[in-house]
């Protein structure tokens, strides 16, 4: 009831004034409860979300049961040879740069072969540093590092895969249907 009551005041609040845009929802952080998710899909337009994990098949099937389109508004990967301590921030490790760029491929495309998503979102752009940032987070979530050197594995996969995200959700929704 609390859920139901927050999303129904904070979506009505952002139509009152700006009727002509997307409600995307409150970006939960983990999966929350059913009857939660279920009172976000009563109001919003699009349910965004945060999954880090290998696979956000799970997730996205929980969030898709509202009837709404989906956003996955972050995820990533850490490797363990960038350097970097990798001991505060969220997501799994890997090994090696060309292991990161290939659970960016399985995440993705798994994500595509769902119907109800209609986008995600890397985090980050650059690594943060070894020092930490203003929490502590001092992880390879890049696509460069910290001196703007991109991850040749990682942005070569992501603009190869990226580049074929239409075809490959064009047809799990031409399975579905």
């Known amino acids: 009831m609390v859920a139901d009551i927050y999303f129904e005041l ?6 009152a004034v700006d009727s002509n845009h997307l409600v995307i929802g ?6 929350p409860q059913t009857n939660v998710i279920a009172a976000a899909g009563r109001h919003l337009d699009v349910v965004s979300f945060n999954c880090y ?18 956003l996955i508004s972050e995820f990533s990967f850490r490797c363990d040879d960038s ?33 109800a998503v209609v986008g995600y979102h890397w985090f ?5 540093p070894a020092e930490g940032r203003f929490d502590g987070e001092n992880s390879n979530f890049g696509t460069a590092t910290i001196q703007d050197e991109p991850y040749a594995e990682l942005t070569d996969t992501m ?14 929704v031409s399975a579905q249907a």
Do not use: M
Request: hydrophobic letters at 40%.
């Open 10 to 15: 904070c979506a009505s609040a952002i139509r």
């Open 159 to 172: 603009t190869r895969v990226n580049a074929a995200a239409e075809q490959i959700h064009a047809a799990a």
């Open 53 to 70: 994990d290998f696979d956000a098949s799970p997730a996205i099937d929980a969030y898709a049961a509202t009837g709404k389109p989906c």
């Open 124 to 128: 980050e752009h650059a690594d943060q």
């Open 83 to 115: 350097g970097l301590p990798n001991t505060r921030g969220a997501g799994p490790r890997v090994a090696s740069q060309l292991e990161r760029a290939q659970c960016f491929e399985r995440y993705v495309t798994a994500a595509l072969r769902k119907p």
């Open 26 to 31: 409150s970006r939960f952080g983990y999966q």
